[in-house]
């Protein structure tokens, strides 16, 4: 077996401009902070960003840890799927398909995580989906911003069809009996909504606990959903696209993981 070793040497491609590489290091962190949050799984998942100014995206070799991804082993992908850093490996299929088909189609996407957690992946295999059960389904902006589809292993004409039917104008995508796929105008955004994605998604399984062991469960009526949705949208101080917490969790990274900017 050709076990390919991670360059962690931070040596930064030399194309590299200055907002390729920023995108770079959003997207490292977004890696390592999965990690912290224990909301990775294996070597599985995926997640893209777009290189500003080019019809390009970056994401990991398929195969790496989370934690073993960096700004500068990361993977620059051509829309016309021309491998730019061959010597950092080769991205997964479905992430340079899935990552050029909304990169393309939603100019205001940046950022594409694809994340399947045991909770996500609970939620998924239900088919009346994610219920207002909990303040972090407020936090991801309601039942309104996710789209459903069903599972494919191939990223086939049709799939790529419904999947960009389901996603488009929306902030997420619940895959049936698999995972989501989660997108932001920035890197901050896309963590904020995935890790809500998946706190609402584990709380709405715990409730379903309580009410098999006999206890009434109260949704969040309609109007409320409304009433708190325009609320929290006209603060001054909170909004969906997690800016806040992406600069705690940067700083975090900078004391803990510092290794992702290399």
Not at 72 to 93: E, M, T, Y
Not at 226 to 231: A, Q
Request: aromatic share 10%.
């Amino acid at each position: 077996m050709n076990i390919m070793t991670p360059n962690a040497g931070g040596r930064r491609p030399a194309d590299c401009g200055d907002a390729e590489w920023e995108a770079r290091c959003e997207l490292a962190a977004i890696y390592n902070a999965l990690v912290k949050y224990r909301l990775t799984d294996v070597t599985n998942q995926w997640h893209a960003i777009r290189v500003p100014g080019e019809a390009a995206l970056l994401t990991h070799h398929y195969g790496w840890m989370h934690e073993e991804v960096t700004a500068s082993n990361l993977i620059k992908v051509g829309f016309d799927r021309v491998n730019h850093n061959p010597g950092n490996g080769a991205p997964n299929p479905s992430a340079v398909e899935i990552g050029k088909l909304f990169f393309e189609a939603e100019p205001e996407v940046n950022c594409i995580m694809h994340i399947h957690t045991k909770a996500i992946m609970g939620v998924s295999a239900q088919k009346e989906g994610l219920r207002p059960l909990s303040q972090a389904y407020l936090m991801i902006g309601g039942g309104d911003v996710i789209g459903y589809t069903d599972y494919e292993f191939e990223c086939t004409e049709d799939f790529l069809s419904g999947l960009l039917k389901a996603g488009t104008g929306r902030k997420a995508i619940v895959e049936a009996w698999h995972g989501a796929f989660v997108f932001g105008a920035t890197a901050g955004e896309a963590f904020f909504r995935s890790f809500y994605l998946d706190q609402a998604c584990a709380v709405q399984l715990e409730v379903q606990k309580s009410a098999a062991g006999g206890a009434t469960i109260r949704e969040i009526p309609e109007a409320e959903i409304r009433r708190h949705l325009t609320d929290m949208g006209n603060s001054d101080w909170y909004g969906y696209e997690g800016k806040l917490e992406w600069l705690a969790i940067r700083r975090r990274l900078e004391a803990e993981a510092p290794h992702y900017r290399t």
